[in-house]
C-alpha cells in the first residue's frame, strides 16, 4: 500500500490551485423559488441567473437548468425557454422552421404542467465573469409560466439554474 501526503500541489506555472483537465472546479446555483410569468412572444428574463467566473480560458461550464413550464391555454400553445450568456443566445436547437428555442412546452390540455431539466456544455474561452440566465416566451394570446401552473398561484416550485466549471 502506497501513500502520497502533502500540502500543496502546484502547476508548472507555480499556481497553488492547479487546473486539471477533467474535474470539476467550482459549483455555482442561482433561480427562483416563486413563478414567473410572461405575456407575449419577446423572450423575457424572469430572474432565474447565475454567475461564474472560470479560472481558465480553457475551461468549459455545463449548465443545468430545471423547473416546471406551463400556459395558461391549450391545444398547441407553448411556452419556450431560451439560454443566454451575457447577452448572446446559447445551447438553442437549430433548424426548425419557427422556433429554435432551449426548452419547449407545447400544451395540450389547458393549464398543463411539464418538469424540466435540460443542460448545455458551453466553451466561453474567458476568465471575465459571466452570467448566465433563462428568459422565457408565449404563444400569442396566451401567458407563458415557469414555476407553476398557469391559471392559479396555488403552488410553486424552484427553478434553477446550476454551473459546473469543468477543467480543460
Avoid: W
Avoid at 61 to 66: D, G, P
Avoid at 81 to 91: S, Y
Wanted: charged share 10%; glycine share 10%; net charge neutral.
Amino acid at each position: 500500500m502506497s501513500i502520497i501526503r502533502t500540502n500543496q500541489i502546484t502547476n508548472t506555472a507555480g499556481d497553488a490551485s492547479p487546473i486539471i483537465p477533467g474535474c470539476v472546479l467550482q459549483v455555482v446555483q442561482g433561480g427562483r423559488t416563486s413563478r414567473a410569468t410572461v405575456s407575449g412572444t419577446t423572450f423575457t428574463d424572469i430572474g432565474v441567473s447565475a454567475s461564474i467566473t472560470p479560472k481558465s480560458t480553457t475551461s468549459k461550464i455545463l449548465v443545468t437548468v430545471s423547473g416546471m413550464l406551463s400556459n395558461n391555454t391549450n391545444n398547441g400553445y407553448y411556452s419556450l425557454l431560451k439560454l443566454f450568456r451575457n447577452d448572446t443566445e446559447i445551447g438553442s436547437g437549430t433548424g426548425a422552421s419557427n422556433y429554435n428555442s432551449f426548452v419547449a412546452h407545447l400544451m395540450t390540455a389547458s393549464y398543463e404542467t411539464n418538469g424540466f431539466s435540460q443542460q448545455h456544455l458551453d466553451s466561453p474561452n474567458s476568465i471575465s465573469e459571466i452570467t448566465y440566465k433563462l428568459k422565457l416566451s408565449a404563444h400569442v394570446n396566451s401567458i407563458a409560466v415557469v414555476g407553476g401552473r398557469g391559471d392559479t398561484n396555488d403552488h410553486a416550485v424552484p427553478t434553477t439554474i446550476t454551473l459546473m466549471e469543468i477543467g480543460g
